[in-house]
């Protein structure tokens, strides 16, 4: 009994953790239970028992499980864009075709690293109420919008064939939300990125990419690995 409450005496006397620190444990414990459970069916209580804090500290930083998961889209949405770059045709040092494997090899390694977070983008984050499944379209409105820029900026340079541009940037969209969402359903392992980064880029250059003559070098056949 003294041993028992000796322990409990450390456990309350024990530092809690920085602001930010308990903020990034209910976010992490969130996401694996989203990725788990799916939105609908997780609880605040689900979350706080993963993270293994109190309810009220829950509420300190989130309304409810709606804004941890608002959050969640927000970060990881961020990520992405972020792993994109602009193509510039006046570096000698790197071709456009080493740039836009980059982009691609960029986004897809980022949804790799982070599959939980990826499976959720396309498994849950429409239907979470009106307001929301606004701001995930907007999302994809503003990619699309970006893609179609930049395809229109390429077909100025030569570098993306006749067509509407905003046609191409569906289609491409449309292709690469597939091969994440197979990718990540299937569990391929990480290493996979450079693979499927290739096979991506011999797609877009049998179709509306115009690389002046440069090939691709073959693409390994990804293998399925379990995490």
Same mark, same amino acid.
């Given at each position: ?11 309350? =006397? ?14 992490? %414990? ?68 080493? /740039? ?36 995930? /379209? ?11 820029? =930049?395809l229109r900026e390429g077909q100025r340079l030569g570098i993306v064939g006749e067509g509407e541009p905003r046609v191409f940037a569906y289609l ?24 499927? =980064?290739?096979?991506?880029? /011999?797609?877009? =250059? ?10 691709? %070098? ?10």
């Amino acid at each position: 009994m003294a041993e028992r409450k000796t322990k409990q005496r450390r456990s309350s =006397s024990a530092p809690a953790l920085p602001k930010a620190e308990r903020r990034q444990l209910i976010l992490h %414990a969130a996401r694996e239970v989203f990725g788990r459970r799916g939105f609908h069916q997780a609880t605040v209580e689900d979350i706080v028992s993963a993270a293994g804090v109190a309810r009220g500290t829950f509420y300190l930083y989130y309304a409810d499980k709606r804004t941890v998961f608002s959050e969640l889209i927000d970060r990881f949405s961020a990520r992405i864009a972020m792993s994109i770059v602009r193509i510039v045709t006046s570096d000698p040092a790197r071709s456009v075709e080493s /740039q836009v494997r980059e982009n691609i090899r960029g986004v897809i390694g980022t949804a790799l690293a982070e599959r939980t977070m990826t499976k959720i983008l396309f498994t849950d984050a429409m239907g979470v109420d009106p307001s929301f499944d606004r701001r995930i /379209q907007s999302f994809y409105d503003e990619v699309v919008q970006l893609l179609t820029e =930049s395809l229109r900026e390429g077909q100025r340079l030569g570098i993306v064939g006749e067509g509407e541009p905003r046609v191409f940037a569906y289609l491409s969209l449309g292709a690469l939300k597939e091969l994440l969402y197979q990718a990540v359903t299937l569990g391929l392992a990480e290493e996979s990125a450079e693979a499927l =980064s290739e096979q991506m880029l /011999q797609f877009l =250059s049998g179709g509306y990419l115009r690389l002046q003559g440069r090939h691709t %070098a073959p693409a390994r056949r990804p293998r399925a690995k379990a995490r």
